[in-house]
């Protein structure tokens, strides 16, 4: 059974259909990449798996439940296995590193200060940030704010975890260590993961699978092997002839 089971998903914004029955299973432990072109639904759906967005028509079950028609309240527990980077890394401008990794484990877990201190300096070593939990984010290169971002996240050790764009607005060094550390957070933690990207090269590189959504629904999935030689018309097109002999030649 998948970790997460999501069918027939509709989401519309006034006469606008973003998703149209939208399929996708999600497996635990592996890394599921969703691509698309802009505006095709992938940070939607996302949402709408987290309960940050109702949806208008479909299920989405998570372990065997169905948590779309939650309430609040119980999205709260829900969200307690699931842990989220957003795009814009959405870090609290006014705590310092310590309390924003903190923040999750104050929420949503009963641990002690020192239970908690030890945790964040933990957490912020696995990102490789160690020791910086008094700088304010403002101090903070974008690169060292993903992480930071990563790191509360993950402090709080959840089952799932939703990156959005993790390697956005950043260089391709930055790029490649955000990779790296995803990787490694798989590996250490051993969570399952769900990305969301426009880097097709870092798809590439992280994902057990691809799913590409077009006109509101999973066009394709597979691992990126397959995806390359795939010869359906809509992923040929969306990989494109030159990217596609990137994608080989890395």
């Given at each position: ?240 002839d030159r990217m596609r002999r990137v994608l080989r030649a890395s």
């Amino acid at each position: 059974m998948a970790l997460f089971e999501v069918r027939g998903l509709r989401k519309a914004f006034g006469r606008h259909v973003v998703l149209d029955g939208l399929d996708i299973d999600i497996f635990a432990g592996e890394i599921v990449t969703i691509i698309g072109e802009s505006g095709s639904g992938k940070s939607i759906l996302l949402k709408a798996m987290m309960g940050l967005l109702d949806i208008d028509e479909g299920t989405i079950r998570f372990d065997g439940a169905d948590v779309a028609g939650q309430t609040e309240q119980e999205w709260t527990q829900t969200r307690r296995r699931i842990g989220m980077l957003f795009q814009e890394s959405a870090l609290f401008d006014s705590l310092d590193v310590y309390e924003n990794v903190a923040y999750a484990l104050r929420v949503q877990t009963t641990r002690t200060e020192e239970e908690i201190a030890t945790r964040v300096s933990e957490t912020l070593a696995l990102v490789g940030l160690p020791g910086i939990e008094t700088m304010a984010p403002s101090d903070l290169s974008g690169g060292m704010r993903k992480r930071v971002a990563l790191a509360r996240a993950v402090a709080v050790r959840p089952e799932v975890v939703f990156y959005d764009e993790p390697a956005e607005g950043l260089d391709p060094i930055n790029v490649t260590r955000v990779n790296r550390l995803l990787l490694g957070l798989q590996k250490t933690l051993q969570v399952t993961s769900v990305v969301v990207t426009h880097n097709l090269k870092a798809a590439f590189a992280i994902s057990d699978r691809l799913a590409l959504i077009h006109d509101g629904a999973v066009a394709a999935t597979a691992a990126p092997d397959a995806f390359l030689e795939s010869s359906n018309p809509v992923v040929r097109e969306f990989i494109g002839d030159r990217m596609r002999r990137v994608l080989r030649a890395s």
